[in-house]
């Protein structure tokens, strides 16, 4: 597997490609994204459910990217399709999912960490609703200590969210092992680092915006589920560009 390197400007393309491929079917686009919230809400009724929804993440990733695939090659985008990643590489793609578990379980135990008794006082403020002068000034002095750990977390994220951005596919097209996957991931992020940092930032405003919004109606992950639509044929669209067969694989 070779993986091609493309300038900034590529981010853009890889955003406009994904908005086309929606294009050919928005529709079925809205329902299948639609009957994702529905079923994810259902499913944070059961006991654990956040920790199930990491597991089987990569599983859908996988099924709505082998939707536009279909799109792309002139084929109807149906339903079947949101559940591919059940039916085909399910064991690996399971794998990739516990991997990331891990990793936000990680990532939270060194925000824990670093935040100390920080972490637990600004917890307290924020669950006890009402802002009061007091509330506030403690939220105030610990500003500088949540905010190095927050970048603690961050620098344990990031790796862990390149490495998970293209693996799932990777598995569920190319019959990649799940180690191998993750590594091709990282790198091919690593690599693309400019085009995918152009990608996030023209994503930003959209996804700020409809953030607000979701917050308004007591939803805070609206703003993510709203652009999900455009942002999983993008992630297609730029998966096809960076990943190429070597011939070997080809024959």
Request: hydrophobic fraction near 60%; include cysteine; glycine fraction near 8%.
């Amino acid at each position: 597997m070779n993986i091609r390197i493309f300038d900034a400007r590529q981010g853009w393309r890889w955003i406009v490609a994904g908005m086309q491929l929606f294009r050919r079917d928005p529709a079925q686009w809205l329902l299948l994204i639609g009957m994702l919230f529905v079923g994810s809400r259902l499913l944070f009724l059961l006991p654990l459910a956040p920790l199930v929804a990491i597991l089987i993440a990569p599983h859908f990733l996988a099924g709505l990217a082998h939707g536009a695939q279909a799109l792309e090659q002139k084929k109807p985008l149906r339903n079947g399709y949101l559940i591919s990643g059940f039916l085909r590489n399910a064991a690996p793609l399971l794998t990739i999912g516990g991997i990331s578990l891990l990793g936000q379980l990680l990532t939270l135990m060194v925000i824990v960490s670093v935040a100390g008794d920080t972490f637990n006082e600004v917890a307290k403020n924020i669950g006890a609703g009402a802002a009061t002068p007091e509330s506030l000034r403690a939220l105030q002095a610990a500003a500088p200590r949540m905010m190095v750990a927050m970048l603690a977390g961050f620098s344990v994220s990031l790796p862990l969210m390149m490495a998970t951005w293209y693996a799932p596919l990777l598995v569920f097209f190319d019959d990649i092992k799940p180690a191998a996957a993750l590594y091709l991931s990282l790198l091919a992020c690593v690599k693309n680092a400019m085009p995918l940092l152009v990608y996030g930032v023209v994503l930003m405003f959209p996804l700020f915006i409809f953030t607000r919004i979701g917050l308004v109606l007591g939803q805070v992950d609206l703003g993510l589920w709203l652009l999900a639509p455009l942002i999983v044929p993008s992630i297609y669209a730029s998966y096809r560009d960076i990943f190429v067969h070597t011939p070997a694989a080809q024959s």
